[in-house]
């Protein structure tokens, strides 16, 4: 049996993105290479919403964008103050004590985005804190984070907002200049629809201002995902300070062609559709949503019905399936699952998932009407 994937990463590939793989591999020293930088790097603008952000694509997943922003930009900037809303906010925090940033932590319940006012008043009361990293979605509860509010609250500070958008982008809106987000971090294998390899930071001007002032040398912590390396590259004429993932870049330029010919708000649009209608569906099937409020429209994280194991509920998708759904982490694993409806996901995917879940969940005993999930879905979609 094929697996489908319906995990907040890696996610399905669309047939055309898996052709252009195969292309064959050419050298980056070249006039080719450079036109094709040039092209997904104003295909990314466009995706982040920025005019003339500078675009670092590295070859890494996006934990290697998240240590690029924290070893070249953050280190030596200020004391970094961290939303941990769930494991990958916590992310941010071990890599502050790694390159010994000094950070504090601004702890959220799980399920719940952070209040905008409590990231305000923490930036107005200590002069120290001169950067703020947090998740627009934090793929392990499933909740996308108000940062155009923290943006706007923040527009007259002089510190960095730094944004992990790795799983929430092309799901949740972004909107980086008109929001103030100075740093925005992504990797290829969530809404890009592209496998695992690429890590992209997108830096605004605050952020170029501050990489500029900044002299890489002796003990700085970080060489190959410096990130002055690679704005420095990129403005002497579309280059690369080392050999990049010629193959992922090339799949990257279709990726990008499919998400702007549908344009940013309409992939926004579908994957709200397809999000309410997932929602629903869990709802119907007597499931319990883990985000008390913004629910993202990436992925939905849910307890399972009374009486079933949110671990059986994994492998018995997988198992029956070949469907595989992700489970809880860290201090939520074994108690939720996580359906991840991201990227080329469609009607046809969204009723699959939820009518194998429901067949699932009867398997395993739960007291779930026959068909009440798919149709909680349905009539989610049929409205307009
Ligand atoms: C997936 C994810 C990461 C980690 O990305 P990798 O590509 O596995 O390094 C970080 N942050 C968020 C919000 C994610 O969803």
Known sequence: MREKLFTPGPVEIPERILHSLSDPVIHHRTDEHKE???????????????GEGDVAILSSSGTGGMEA??????????????????????????LCEVFEVPSETL???RGSPVDPEAILEAVGKDAEIRAV??????????????????????????????VDAISGLVADELRMDEWGVDVCVTGSQKGLMLPP??????MGSKAKAVLDGRKRSKGSGCY?????????????????????????????????????????????????????????GCIAMGMKLLATARPSNALTAAFPPT?????????????????????????????????????????????????????????????????????AASASLSQD
């Not at 922003?69 to 071990?94: I, Q």
């Not at 979605?137 to 527009?155: N, P, R, W």
């Not at 390899?197 to 997108?202: A, D, E, I, P, Y």
Request: charged content about 25%; glycine content about 12%; hydrophobic content about 45%.
């Open 107 to 109: 702890f959220v319940e």
């Open 197 to 202: 390899g690429l890590g992209f930071v997108v």
């Open 133 to 162: 990293l947090m998740t627009l979605t934090e793929t392990s509860t499933g909740v996308v984070h108000d940062v155009k509010a923290i943006g706007s609250g923040l527009a007259q500070w002089e510190g960095l907002l730094g």
């Open 69 to 94: 922003v924290v070893s070249s930009l953050v280190k030596g900037f200020g004391k970094a103050l961290v939303v941990d809303a769930g494991k990958f906010g916590k992310r941010w925090a071990e």
């Open 224 to 280: 190959y995902l410096d990130l002055k390396k690679y704005v420095a590259s990129f403005q002497k004429g579309f280059d690369v300070p080392f050999t990049p993932a010629i193959s992922l870049i090339r799949a990257l330029e279709e990726s990008l062609e499919m998400i702007l010919d549908e344009g940013m708000e309409s992939v926004w649009a579908r994957h709200a559709r397809m999000a309410q209608a997932v929602r629903n």
């Open 36 to 50: 094709r930088l040039k092209k997904v790097v104003e295909g990314v603008r466009q995706l982040v919403m920025t």
């Open 307 to 375: 009486g079933v194991d949110a671990v059986d509920l994994v492998a018995t998708l997988k198992k029956e399936k070949g469907i595989r759904i992700a489970g809880g982490q860290d201090e939520l694993k074994g108690k939720i699952v996580r359906l991840a409806h991201l990227g080329a996901c469609y009607e046809e995917d969204v009723l699959g998932l939820i009518g194998a879940t429901e067949t699932c969940l009867l398997h395993l005993g739960a007291s779930v009407e026959p068909g009440s999930g798919v149709a």
